[in-house]
Nanobody
């Protein structure tokens, strides 16, 4: 059974850092593209970052470029989102998602994902 479980969220002050983890099971990461998304109350879901199944392509939303970094550890079946210089507007529930042979287009929302985690809350506040 294919599963994704996010962790690492929490409360952090503006300017701080968090590393989100997406633990995957039931599939091999080298065959699946993974995306990170977030949704704030009253707002549409936003694609934050993605990595293609080959690992060759990685993209970021303009709002997080230069601050967030996506990575993966195939041996550990883990995908990470390192978030630095956090801002109050980064507050949201963050989700990871996976798609078989998924790509990573510049417009992250264009890549459909069949499998989703339950989300982890990130709150940036002083």
């Amino acid at each position: 059974q294919l599963q994704l479980v996010e962790s690492g969220g929490g409360l952090v002050q503006p300017g701080g850092s968090l590393r989100l983890s997406c633990a995957t099971s039931g599939f091999g990461l080298d065959s699946y593209g993974v995306g990170w998304f977030r949704q704030a109350p009253g707002k549409e879901r936003e694609g934050v970052s993605c990595i293609s199944s080959s690992g060759a392509s990685r993209n970021y939303a303009d709002s997080v470029k230069g601050r967030f970094t996506i990575s993966r550890d195939i041996a550990k079946n883990m995908v990470y989102l390192q978030m630095n210089s956090l801002r109050p507007e980064d507050t949201a529930v963050y989700y990871c998602a996976a798609e078989y042979l998924g790509g990573c287009p510049r417009s992250i929302n264009r890549q459909p994902y069949a499998y989703w985690g339950q989300g982890t809350q990130v709150t940036v506040s002083s």
